[in-house]
């Protein structure tokens, strides 16, 4: 049987967010593993632990750790990120929320960065449609770095247990606000959900020149 609880933060995508934070007084961890691949691979694992203060605001800390291939494993970064509700589902033809984060390297000589998102989503009954335009700023040391994207996932759930999509993200770099490098990916996801956890795993093929070969990225999640 599947609890309330279980359907708190299922993620239907592994790049996309939907309109969705913990309900008060919830907690949730959560583990990513993304693969790199191109002419070498690379692994980053995410932990996060993530909390509902009440039931349209919730935070989120994450430990984050990198693989290069033929390396060690090595503590990369801190993560700090709160999601908020703007409104209530279905006042808008698109539900909207704002997602905040901010990511601290271990290298105190790498880069600070904080991202800004606008999660606007909708349900067709069976059908979910999650577009997330995306700001990142990257600032000190060093001269500032802006990226803008635009992540999108549409989604069919067969039944609670399974939901199937596909998924587009992109990124743009700009230095001096002059023009930069665009990475762009597209490919399946698949979710699965058993009773308090779900796991959700996608694939995602590069599109440009600047993009890796392909991303693999999957999550899983535990209610506790």
Known sequence: MFTPEARADRRKYVWTYQFLTMPADATELEFYQTTKIGETKSWEYRVELEQGITDRWDFSVYQIFVQGEGQSLKWDAFQLRTRYKLAAPGRFFFDPLLYLEYNRKIDLTKQNKLEAKLILARDFQKIN?????????????????????????????LSYRFSLGIESTSRREFVKLADGETSSYFGPTLS?????????????????????????????????
């Open 129 to 157: 449609l999650s577009i997330n335009p995306v700001y990142e700023f990257f600032f000190a040391p060093g001269e500032p770095v802006h990226e803008v994207g635009l992540d999108v996932g549409l989604s069919y759930e």
């Open 192 to 224: 699965l959900a058993t009773g308090s956890a779900y796991y959700t795993v996608g694939y995602a093929g590069g599109l440009t020149d600047e993009s890796d070969d392909a991303r693999v990225r999957f999550l899983m999640g535990f209610h506790l």
